[in-house]
C-alpha cells in the first residue's frame, strides 16, 4: 500500500472523507493541520494572526518533508494550501476532492458546527476573496491530482469507497 495524499480547497470534507477511508479500509490517517497544530501547541487560525501565512506555510514544509520520509501506507488529510509542497508526488497518491465553491460553502453552512467551523479557517472570513482564491487553486488542483473525486452531494462514505476504488489501480 501507498500514501493516498487527500488535497483540495478548505470545507471541501478532506476529513470527513479520511474518516471513512479509515472505517472502510486497513489505511490509518493523518491530518497536517492537525500535527501543525500539535507541534505549535496552538491552533491554526492563532498561528496565522500571531505569524502570519509564511509562517505557517513554513511548518507545512517540515511536515511534507517528514511525511516522505518517514510514513508509509497512510491517509494524509492536507490543509487546503498544502499542496504547493514540491515534494507533494513522493508522498503518496494525489486524490483531489473536488466541488464548486458555493457547494462548499453551503456545505460547511449547513454543518451543525458551521460558526465553528468556518472560524478556524481564516482565509474563508472574507467569502470574495475566498473565491478568488478557490479560482486560483483549483486549477493547480487538478494539474497535481491523480485521481479527482467529486465529493459535491455525496456521503463521506460514498466518496471514501469511490475514492477507495480508483486507488487500487494505484497501489
Known amino acids: 500500500m501507498k500514501n493516498i495524499v487527500l488535497i483540495g480547497f478548505m470545507g471541501v470534507g478532506k476529513g470527513s472523507v479520511a474518516r471513512e477511508v479509515i472505517k472502510q479500509s486497513s489505511y490509518i490517517a493523518l491530518d497536517t493541520d492537525d500535527m501543525i497544530e500539535s507541534m505549535e501547541n496552538r491552533k491554526i487560525k492563532t498561528i496565522f494572526e500571531e505569524e502570519g501565512e509564511a509562517y505557517f506555510r513554513a511548518l507545512e514544509k517540515n511536515v511534507a518533508k517528514w511525511l516522505e520520509k518517514s510514513v508509509k501506507n497512510t491517509l494524509v488529510s492536507t490543509g487546503g494550501g498544502f499542496y504547493k509542497q514540491k515534494n507533494l508526488k513522493k508522498i503518496g497518491i494525489i486524490v483531489l476532492l473536488d466541488s464548486p465553491f458555493d457547494a462548499i460553502i453551503e456545505r ?11 472560524k478556524k479557517r481564516p482565509l474563508l472570513s472574507d467569502l470574495k476573496a475566498a473565491k478568488k482564491l478557490y479560482n486560483e487553486r483549483r486549477p493547480e488542483y487538478l494539474a497535481l491530482a491523480d485521481i479527482v473525486i467529486d465529493v459535491t452531494d455525496k456521503s463521506g ?11 487500487k489501480k494505484y497501489v
Do not use: M, R
Open 108 to 118: 460547511i453552512k449547513a454543518h451543525p458546527n458551521a460558526v465553528k467551523k468556518l
Open 157 to 167: 462514505e460514498a466518496c471514501a469507497k469511490e475514492l477507495l476504488k480508483k486507488v
